[in-house]
């Protein structure tokens, strides 16, 4: 009798263990299967958020190929504007320096008569283009010739250089006119002293704007005791 008691005890206890290891197991499917589902879940998110970083990297890429779009059309435009600019530059430089060139041409043929006691011109043109060079104004009278160069921009030495050596070009090319007095005028709206004095020095004459016309600044220092005046 004992023993069948024992016997059913342990049963029991077997019935009782396989029992609480089948609830774990169940348990432990249940929190396998939750965890299942919440990854699932966390997944789902995951690639969610991926989907919607793939649109918004998506959306950057566009509006950097539109940036870049329009900084090359910037870039263009401004290149435009700038070759615009410079030829605008290049066409206002051509008609400031023709303009001189335009007041410089009466107000020489008056000096020629007031100051060289001169008539007129047996030729006088502006823009010359001879085999060996270029003039700005030529002027040939009976006992003198006149050769100008104009600007309008700030004076440079170089200039000075470039009339000399241009009107001794012309000279080569036109031997016969080597027996006229040469007079070499720089001539510009404004000119400071001291590049009125270096022309003084170089012997050729500074034409400017003065109150009312264009004179000559230095022909007392030029012609003060000289019989004439020559390139060089």
Request: with cysteine.
């Amino acid at each position: 009798m004992e023993t069948i008691e024992v016997r059913l005890n342990t049963l029991e206890l077997i019935v009782k263990e396989i029992a609480h290891q089948q609830l774990k197991n169940e348990i432990a499917a249940y929190e396998m299967k939750e965890d299942t589902r919440i990854l699932k879940e966390e997944m789902k998110e995951f690639k969610d958020e991926m989907r919607v970083f793939k649109d918004e990297m998506k959306e950057f890429k566009d509006e950097m190929k539109e940036f870049k779009q329009e900084m090359q059309e910037y870039r263009e435009d401004e290149k435009r504007w700038k070759r615009e600019r410079e030829l605008e530059w290049g066409r206002l430089a051509n008609k400031w320096g023709t303009f001189v060139e335009d007041v410089a041409e009466p107000n020489l043929k008056r000096i020629a008569r007031e100051v060289f006691g001169q008539g007129e011109p047996d030729f006088c043109a502006l823009r010359i283009r001879t085999k060996v060079c270029e003039l700005d104004l030529l002027a040939v009278y009976k006992d003198i010739v006149i050769i100008n160069e104009s600007k309008s921009g700030p004076p440079k030495t170089e200039y000075v250089d470039t009339l000399l050596e241009t009107i001794e070009a012309y000279l080569t090319e036109y031997p016969e006119h080597r027996r006229e007095r040469v007079v070499p005028v720089y001539s510009a709206l404004r000119i400071e002293d001291s590049f009125v004095s270096y022309l003084t020095k170089r012997k050729v004459f500074a034409l400017a704007m003065g109150e009312y016309t264009m004179d000559l600044l230095n022909a007392d220092e030029l012609l003060k005791g000289a019989g004439g005046t020559a390139a060089g």
